[in-house]
Every structure is written in structure tokens, then in C-alpha cells.
């Protein structure tokens, strides 16, 4: 759960339920960020409705998706909601994380979703309600795999080697000037 060499700050796992709420902000933000590389795209592809385009649609969001996570976890180890809610990702033994790790975390991470999705097209899901409760229940089956780590983290961050720490809360000024 912590570093053990001696000097070093001890950083405590981030509970479920905390990442969860996290997750969802995260949503809220990566909706912004996805509403804005659509209007780019249906600027420049002049909101043509063929197949193509559709795929190129589907993918161009993708890539901005893979973007907006790979860029922030290996620049500050951290999106916008994730340090709101003093969540940082870390890889032990790395000052920062490498670019590669962090697109092997991208990918796996689509656990939380693709299985569910799966599901959908095989089984031929198309109602909302039957969509929405495939990702409830995948994402929950996913959110369980945290239970089964002795470290608490979840299966992608145990592949790829990573983990979500809880970053202390900021010491107020306050504080700091009776502090001095």
C-alpha cells in the first residue's frame, strides 16, 4: 500500500467508492472534451452522413479519448477529476509515467466498457435500458476485481503495473502562516 523506503511520504489507496464518484466527473469532462472534437470534425468533414464518415467519427473520438488520458496521466499523473478528487496514478519506480504504459493502461481500461458492449452486439441489445444495464453490470463486475487485490486497485492498474494513490489534502494558508 506504501513506499517502504524510509523518508519517503506514505500515499494510501484511493477507496472504490471514491474512484467511482471520480469516474464520474470524469465523464462530465471527457462529454466537454468529446463535444468539442465533434464540432471539429463535422466543421471539417462538413456533416456528411455516409459510413465513412460515421467510422471516422467513431474513431477520430476514440483517438481524442486516448488523447485526453494519455496526455494527462503522463504529464501530472492525473486528469482534472482525478485531482479534484486527490487521486494521482503512479507507476513505482518512475518519476512519471511512460508513454507506453500509460496506452497499455488506456486499452485495458476499456474493460470497464467492452465486455458489456459485447454482449450488446452478440446478443443484440439495442434498447437503452438493456445497453444500460449491461455497462452497470460490467462496470460493477469490473469494480469487483479492486475487491479480490490485496492492494485494492483495479485489474487494468494490476496488468500494466500502475496505481491509483490518494494525495493528501492541500494544507491550508491558514495553517501554513501559524504554522511560521
Partial sequence: MSNSTPGTPTYSTPTIRRRLIGIIYEA????????????IF?????????PGYEHGRQFTLFLATAAYFIHFWTDSG??????TWRIKL????????????ATARFMLAWGWFLP?????YVFKLTSKTEVGVAIAVGMAAWACTALFD????FLHDKLVGTRLISL???VKKSKLAAAV
Fill in 168 to 170: 493528501p489534502k492541500p
Fill in 78 to 83: 492525473h486528469t482534472l477529476a482525478m485531482k
Fill in 116 to 120: 458489456a458492449l459485447l454482449v450488446c
Fill in 28 to 39: 462530465f469532462l471527457l462529454i466537454a472534451v468529446e463535444a468539442l472534437v465533434l464540432v
Fill in 150 to 153: 490485496k492492494d485494492r486497485q
Fill in 42 to 50: 463535422m466543421l471539417v468533414t462538413g456533416n456528411r452522413q455516409t
Fill in 90 to 101: 503512479v507507476k513505482p519506480g518512475y518519476a512519471r509515467l511512460p508513454i507506453k504504459v
